[in-house]
């Protein structure tokens, strides 16, 4: 059975877990339980958190703790008590237990941090010089009743500028991309992807399992090229970011628990984004910022979306998606049985290049007068590529010569007309004179065609950024969290998990 283990802030509840460990790890001279008490009680000046092991089986333990004292007028902070059983020590957990405090110090405006530590402890002491502390005075005696001297520590935190740019590195696996970007601020520094589209190829769409394992396998090489890409060291990370939904869970796990071991062991704050918004976000790192209100379409094969973005970070609207397959689904599925490869989406591109988009006048869904009603914004392609098939067969089963250009150009025509009517009616309803594209469809050539043509014509600005930003990436999840961080945004608590249906409306899961 796996267990994971996760750092959250303690509260009076946790009081008895905290003084059995009190108890086991320091037999001489554990607190009282009544100071402990009023330790855990202080908040507005203690801070201690947890360090809990999670078992697949639902039930939780917990393996230590730490704590930290600031007197709120004063810029110096105490580390009051750390601890962590013995069955536990050795892996990293007394570090990452020292940098969720070192990092609350930091945000609390703390510039200097004290501690003690036993002179008989040296496994505790090269722990804390490792973190920067010194040795600036030694207490004769001061541990009872042993009588062992105590060594006083302290570490000057780095002052952080208040508008430095924050160095953000972003994390993306909700589909088969691996994807780890790193911002400064509104600024690309990398952006490197590991597809593991080709091993979904003979299946004709991705297989979640396949794309989950091949995430685990993929991470820590992109994660060295992207730092080696952007020149900067693990340590230089202001922040991690990591698109927690939506998107295959199994996929989405990998990514999310990838954020979580940096963040921790790190102890750098994180923040857990939507991967739909993500890809609005990706303009910032065109033009600094996503010019607001703006209407964004985004497609891709795992999604068809229509929002409107009054806000990038509070107000993201879902007005419409597909109610069945994905765009870039459809093309996939139309493809293979037209007999080309996976992905479908470039072979359609470049067989209709020969073809008449007016040959077959195959279905555009929910653009009827009665569906607009209930699906204005709304699209379905299951049943256009159910035409498709039908006239395939037809065509087939009357031994009849048919050209595969035209019904690749009729159906791209197919589906670029619904979402580009769509993307411009959502416009023109809600007086937004922008449009953002995003998600790999918007390769397609047609569709930035015809994108461009209807957008002109009604005075509507297009913005399709840089393919690599368009198709699934670390970036754009770099970029959004980048954007939380600098409105002073609360990172988010490390309770969050994979959510394959998380809302736009939920811009940051808490
Ligand atoms: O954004 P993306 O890389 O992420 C996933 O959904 O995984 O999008 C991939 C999708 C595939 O379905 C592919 O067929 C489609 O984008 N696609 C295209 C084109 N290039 C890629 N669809 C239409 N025309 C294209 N040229
Ligand atoms: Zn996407």
């Known amino acids: ?34 100071s402990m ?17 999670d078992n697949a089986s ?26 962590v059983l013995p069955g536990n020590r050795g892996k990293g957990f007394g570090r990452a237990l020292m940098n969720q405090l070192l990092q609350t110090a930091s945000q609390q405006g703390a510039k200097q941090v004290f501690l003690e ?85 003979r299946f004709g769409g991705v297989v979640p399992e396949i794309a989950a394992r091949a995430h685990l396998e993929a991470l820590q090489p992109t994660l060295h090229k992207a730092l080696a890409e952007a020149g900067v060291s693990l340590n230089e990370i202001d922040a991690i970011a990591v698109a927690n939904g939506p998107g295959l869970a199994g996929a989405l796990m990998v990514g999310v628990g990838a954020a979580k071991a940096l963040a921790v062991g790190l102890g750098k704050p994180i923040y857990a984004v939507n991967h739909l918004v993500g ?7 065109e033009r600094g910022e996503v010019e607001v209100p703006t209407i964004a379409l985004l497609v891709s094969g795992g999604h068809t979306s229509l ?52 040959a077959i006048r195959f279905p555009r ?7 607009m009603e ?37 159906f791209r025509e197919a589906v670029v007309d619904v979402l580009v009517t769509k993307a411009v009616n959502a416009c023109l309803d809600h007086n937004v004179p922008r449009l953002l594209l995003g998600g790999g469809v918007v390769a397609n050539k047609r569709l930035r065609e015809v994108a461009a043509e209807r957008c002109a014509k009604h005075g509507i600005e297009l913005r399709i950024p840089a393919f690599s930003l368009c198709t699934d990436n670390g970036a754009m999840i770099a970029a959004l969290g980048a954007q939380l961080v600098m409105a002073g945004r609360e990172p988010s608590g490390l309770g969050f998990g994979a959510d394959s249906t998380l809302p736009v409306t939920t811009v940051q899961t808490a």
């Not at 303690?10 to 320091?26: G, K």
Request: proline share 4%.
């Open 374 to 410: 209930k699906h204005r914004y709304d699209f379905s392609f299951s049943g256009l590529k159910t035409a498709v098939a039908r006239w395939v067969e037809v065509a087939r089963d009357g031994e009849e010569e048919f050209s595969v250009a035209d019904v690749a150009a009729s």
């Open 279 to 285: 890809h609005v976000g990706a303009d910032v790192l």
């Open 58 to 83: 639902g039930t939780d333990s917990v393996q230590g703790y730490a704590g930290l004292s600031k007197l709120t007028s004063s810029e110096q902070s105490d580390v009051q008590t750390i601890a």
């Open 1 to 34: 059975m796996t267990a994971s283990f996760i750092i959250r802030p303690a509260t009076a509840a946790d009081l008895a877990d905290i003084m059995s460990i009190e108890h086991e790890c320091f037999p001489t001279d554990a607190w009282a339980e009544a």
């Open 37 to 53: 008490r009023d330790e855990l009680t202080a908040t507005h000046t203690h801070y201690y958190v947890l360090l809990v092991r």
């Open 117 to 201: 530590v036993r002179a008989d402890n040296p496994t505790a002491q090269k722990l804390y010089e490792s973190l920067g502390f010194k040795v600036i005075d030694i207490r004769r005696g001061y541990y009872q009743p042993d009588g062992v001297d105590a060594l006083v520590m302290s570490l000057d935190l780095p002052s952080v500028p208040a508008n430095r740019e924050p160095i953000v590195l972003g994390i993306e696996s909700s589909c088969d991309e691996t994807g780890i970007g790193i911002v400064r601020g509104g600024t690309l520094l990398a952006n490197v992807i590991s597809s593991s589209m080709d091993l979904h190829a």
């Open 365 to 371: 869904g929910l653009t009827l007068p009665k569906d």
């Open 307 to 358: 929002l409107l973005v009054r806000d990038l970070l509070d107000d993201v609207q879902l007005l419409g998606e597909t109610i069945d397959d994905a765009a870039g689904e459809a093309f996939d599925k139309v493809a293979r049985l037209l007999g080309l490869q996976y992905p479908g989406g470039p072979e359609i591109d470049r067989a209709a290049a020969e073809g008449n988009p007016k």
